[in-house]
C-alpha cells in the first residue's frame, strides 16, 4: 500500500487544470449502447443515469485506468466493462479526483468508484465496498543476470525503492540499504537503465512495468494486506450484490485471473 496519496504515485500526473474544471465525462471501451439499465423493479440495482451505468475513476493511472486510442482501458476498465454487460447498460466513465472518491463523495454522482481504491476502515466509514478484487502485495523484481533470486540475495546489492511507499519500509524493516527514487516511473528508468540491480514495490505496477521485457521478472512476492475493492454508495445493497455477482462470475471462470496476467504479468513462482 503507498504511504501516500494514490494521486502523488502516478507514472503521469493529471494537468491542474482538470482538477480546476471538475469531472469530465468520458466513453470507455466495450459496453452495449442500445440495452436499457437494470432497475431496481426488475431486480436489479438502480442506475444515477438510465441506460449507463456511470463509474468514478481517476484516469490516468496505469495500468489500472488511462488512455489508449481514445479510449480508457485498464485492468479496472476490463471489470468496469464487465459490470455494465451484467447490468445490461453502457459504460459510462467519469473522470474525477481520488480526492472526492476516497471520500464517497463522488458516489453522489455515480454508481460505482473503479479506481485502484484500497479498502481501509476510514473508507469503509463513508462508502461500502465489494468483496476484494485484487491482492495489491510487494513483489521483487530483477534480472537474470544480476543473481538475485529472492529476498536475501538482494542483500548488499544495489535495491531500488519509491520514497514513502510501504516497499520502501519493506526493505528498511529486511535490512536492505535501499536506493529511493521519488517516484514509480524513475525507479523503473533506473532499472532498466542497470542503475539498480532490483526494484522493490507494488506488483501491479511493477508487473506492468517490465511485463513486456524478457530481461526481468518477479523473482519473489511479500504479503503485505493491501486489497483493491470497487466502492458503491453507503446502503446501496443492490450495487453491491451486483458487483459481487460480477466479481464471483470473473473469478469462477478464469477472466479475472487473466485480465491481471495481461496487465500485470506473470506473478512471481
Known amino acids: ?34 440495452t436499457p439499465a ?20 481517476d484516469v490516468p493511472y496505469e495500468p489500472f485506468e488511462f488512455q489508449k486510442d481514445g479510449k480508457i482501458v485498464g485492468f479496472d476498465m476490463d471489470i468496469a466493462n464487465e459490470l455494465a454487460k451484467d447490468v445490461k447498460a453502457e459504460l459510462n466513465v467519469v473522470d474525477s479526483s481520488f480526492e472526492a472518491i476516497e471520500t464517497g463523495t463522488a458516489l453522489t454522482g455515480c454508481d460505482v468508484s473503479i479506481s485502484s481504491v484500497s479498502i481501509t476502515d476510514t473508507r469503509k466509514a463513508v462508502m461500502d465496498f465489494s468483496n476484494p ?14 543473481g538475485i533470486t529472492n529476498l536475501d540475495s538482494a542483500k548488499g546489492k544495489k535495491v531500488g525503492v519509491q520514497q514513502a511507499t510501504t516497499g520502501a519500509k519493506y526493505a528498511k524493516d ?7 527514487f521519488e517516484d514509480t516511473g524513475l525507479l523503473v528508468q533506473a532499472l532498466k537503465a542497470g542503475t539498480v540491480d532490483a526494484a522493490l514495490g507494488n506488483q501491479s505496477v511493477l508487473g506492468y512495468a517490465i ?17 483493491l475493492g470497487i466502492a458503491v ?22 477472466s ?6 495481461s496487465w500485470f504479468g506473470e506473478a512471481a513462482k
Do not use: H
Open 233 to 254: 454508495k453507503k446502503g446501496n445493497t443492490a450495487m453491491l450484490d451486483q458487483v459481487n455477482a460480477t466479481l464471483k462470475r470473473l473469478t469462477d471462470d478464469g
Open 211 to 227: 511485463k513486456d521485457d524478457a530481461k526481468f521478472k518477479r523473482v519473489e512476492n511479500y504479503a503485505t494486506g493491501e486489497k
Open 1 to 34: 500500500m503507498q504511504l501516500k496519496s494514490r494521486a502523488t504515485a502516478k507514472f503521469s500526473a493529471k494537468a491542474a487544470a482538470i482538477l480546476a474544471v471538475g469531472a469530465i465525462s468520458l466513453t470507455a471501451c466495450g459496453g452495449g449502447s442500445s
Open 174 to 180: 529486511k535490512g536492505l540499504d535501499a536506493q529511493q
Open 38 to 57: 437494470a432497475t431496481s423493479s426488475s431486480g436489479g440495482p438502480q442506475l444515477v443515469n438510465s441506460g449507463k451505468l456511470t463509474v468514478c475513476s
Open 256 to 261: 479475472l485471473k487473466k485480465f491481471e496476467t
Open 133 to 146: 478484487y485484487l491482492n495489491d502485495d510487494l513483489t521483487l523484481v530483477a534480472s537474470d543476470a544480476s
